[in-house]
Nanobody
């Protein structure tokens, strides 16, 4: 059974930093790309960042240069380091991994950027 668990969200002031984590179990972690998405109230869920098995990364334009995705295959964990946070980054952040054609999502972790 595949499990995806996000953690590390919280309240941070504009300009601050936060790191969220995504722990995965139940599949061969290092063989799968992992993505972060986010969903703000009243908005569609949107792609944030992706890390491939090779370590290659991709970002949405609005976070490029501020966010950094990384993975620790020994810990079956992906991280999203978020710097220079803006109010518009406020959302629930979700982690997704695809295994055998199935999308596995976590329950999400709330990130609130506010003064």
């Amino acid at each position: 059974q595949v499990q995806v668990v996000e953690s590390g969200g919280g309240l941070v002031q504009p300009g601050g930093s936060l790191r969220v984590s995504c722990a995965v179990s139940g599949l061969t972690f290092d063989m799968h790309p992992v993505s972060w998405f986010r969903q703000a109230p009243g908005k569609e869920r949107e792609f944030v960042a992706l890390i491939l098995t090779t370590g290659t990364t991709r970002y949405r334009d609005s976070v490029n240069g501020r966010f950094a995705i990384s993975r620790d295959n020994a810990k079956n964990t992906v991280y999203l380091q978020m710097n220079s946070l803006k109010v518009e980054d406020t959302a629930v952040y979700y982690c997704k991994i695809v295994g055998s054609g199935t999308d596995y999502w976590g329950q999400g972790t709330q990130v609130t950027v506010s003064s």
